[in-house]
């Protein structure tokens, strides 16, 4: 089976951080991603994670553990434009499987 | 910059209406896929095709069917719309997976969607 778990909902303060964790359970793993979606628009590509540790992109970073099923995105010094829904997706065998995504709220 | 389009952003349609979702993408990319998104449920997979003129049965294809006639197509088809198929259609499209070092080359890039509602 497929299993991606995150948090529905979570809110900061501008200029504050935020960790959003994801956890996992698939049937084969070759790769998390993570996708940032605005109200009413497309998902994007924010980052990708095939090995353990940390990659950064700007005041974005993701976390990876695969023995642990987990991952998180951590954005720092938020601003009122990161407020949106963000999705944890899975590449398993030959397909993504999505999360019900994050929607994050970010308060002045 | 990849370009994902869809054909509508907003559809009404009525229930036993057949409907057409098209999407075109300009990035020569082999992989082109079919989600619908719902409140609660997320992105699921309906209809994915690695090729032209192949496709695959994703999470959730009953109902739906499928034709990727050019490379740069894939359509979306509801046979006999239902009103539970009111949802939200995005198209996305990749290149095929190599797993390289500096990063994955079937990065997903995904058309604006198409809101589908049936009466």
């Known amino acids: 089976g497929q299993n991606i778990d995150q948090p529905t909902e979570m809110t900061a303060t501008e200029g504050a951080i935020v960790q959003i964790n994801c956890t996992y359970q698939t049937s084969g793993f070759n790769g998390l991603f993570w996708y940032q979606q605005h109200a009413g628009e497309a998902p994007t590509f924010l980052s990708y994670n095939v090995l353990d540790g940390l990659e950064e992109k700007g005041r974005f970073s993701s976390f990876l553990s695969r023995s642990k099923g987990y991952s998180y995105l951590l954005l720092k010094e938020l601003q009122m434009k990161d407020s949106a829904s963000y999705l944890c997706a899975v590449r398993g065998f030959q397909k993504l499987v999505f999360g019900t995504g994050t929607r994050l709220l970010v308060s002045p | 910059d990849v370009k994902v389009t869809q054909s509508s952003r907003y559809l009404v349609k009525r229930t036993g209406e057949k409907v057409f979702l098209e999407c075109v993408q300009d990035m020569d990319h082999e992989n082109m896929f079919w989600y619908r998104q719902d409140p609660g449920l997320g992105l699921r997979l309906i209809y994915f095709?690695?090729?032209?003129?192949?496709?695959e049965k994703g999470d959730i294809p009953e109902g739906y069917s499928v034709s990727r006639e050019k490379k740069e197509r894939f359509s979306l088809i509801l046979e006999s719309a239902s009103t539970n198929q009111t949802s939200m259609y995005l198209c996305?499209?990749?290149?095929?997976?190599?797993?390289?070092?500096?990063?994955?080359?079937?990065?997903?890039?995904f058309g604006p969607g198409t809101r589908l509602t049936v009466l």
């Open positions: 095709s690695y090729d032209v003129k192949m496709k």
């Open positions: 996305a499209s990749s290149f095929h997976f190599l797993r390289r070092e500096e990063g994955p080359t079937d990065t997903q890039y």
